[in-house]
């Protein structure tokens, strides 16, 4: 309402309605000045003031035009055509709905009369809304709690959905995860073709196992046959060639015992390990 661009109103039952609404949601006394900047210039001064005429119930049984009348007396000033004016001006507006919407407060000239809103012409005459319309606004809201009611539940849902899919990969990340799985599947395939050759080759491996065991056996038996031996040569030498002797490395008799091969393995181990701490104490120079 008003500013640059409003548009000026001049129906009379458009500006009544203008007034009545001011008046009503400002909720106080209001004069003319007052009623006409709060309309912000929309209204002619001319045309608001008519509306007032028309539209003011003056619980002291005077009018505006009176008051007019009453100062241009004071005034000393002549009588105009005012009671014409106000014949014509009540003949064209008293068949409106606003007529006595406002009332009057007069006061000793027009710029201090105040009008206020009849409160009773409002709907239910000011106390609220009609019963019936409660009720359907009551229906309305219990309604719209549950609408809501369910919204919130279809949000939880999708909010708990919305988390699910959050958590599970991209399609980037998928596509990178697939590429390791797919890597991973082909050594698995590898290794099982490997494995199905073994077990395609298990009579090779039970024929290799016989033949392991056979050599261990015949190992063994002359093995004994050996150990006997130097025990005769040791009852017949009385003790001057024994088998204790001839197990050790360097005896009387070289014979591949248990011990030298544990031996051979223990000085193999230790001649690596001198020659890895040998390189890492090795000091390279700066350059």
């Known amino acids: 309402m008003g500013g640059k661009g409003a548009r000026i109103i001049v129906e009379r039952n458009e500006i009544k309605k203008l007034v009545f609404d001011v008046l009503h949601l400002s909720f106080q006394p209001m004069n003319n000045n007052d009623i006409y900047l709060k309309l912000k210039a929309v209204v002619p001064a001319a045309l608001l003031k008519q509306a007032l005429d028309s539209m003011t119930f003056d619980p002291m049984g005077h ?6 009348d009453s100062e241009d007396e004071e005034d000393g000033g002549p009588k105009k055509k005012k009671k014409k004016d106000k014949v014509e001006s009540n003949a064209n507006n008293s068949d409106g709905p606003y007529k006595g919407s406002i009332i009057l407060k007069t006061g000793r000239g027009v710029s201090s009369n105040v009008y206020y809103a009849d409160q009773t012409r409002l709907t239910n005459k000011g106390n609220g809304l009609p019963f019936g319309e409660k009720m359907q606004l009551q229906e309305n809201l219990a309604q719209t709690e549950q609408e809501l009611q369910v919204l919130n539940g279809q949000l939880a849902s999708v909010a708990k959905e919305t988390t699910k899919l959050a958590g599970e990969p991209t399609n980037s990340e998928a596509d990178a ?3 390791t799985e797919g890597i991973d599947l082909e050594d698995m395939r590898e290794q099982t073709e490997a494995s199905r050759e073994l077990l395609v080759n298990d009579a090779e491996r039970i ?3 016989d033949c392991v065991n056979r050599m261990v056996i015949e190992w063994r038996k002359r093995r004994g046959m050996c150990f006997r031996f130097i025990r005769n040569i040791e009852d017949l030498t009385e003790g001057v060639i024994t088998l204790k002797q001839c197990l050790k490395d360097g005896g ?3 014979i591949e015992s248990d011990e030298m ?5 223990r000085e193999s181990a230790m001649a690596r390990h001198r020659k890895v701490v040998g ?9």
């Open 207 to 209: 024929k290799t196992r």
């Open 252 to 254: 009387q008799i070289g």
């Open 63 to 68: 009018s505006d035009d009176e008051s007019d």
């Open 279 to 287: 390189k890492s104490r090795i000091i390279t120079p700066n350059k």
């Open 261 to 265: 091969v544990i031996a051979a393995a």
């Open 177 to 179: 995860t697939l590429e």
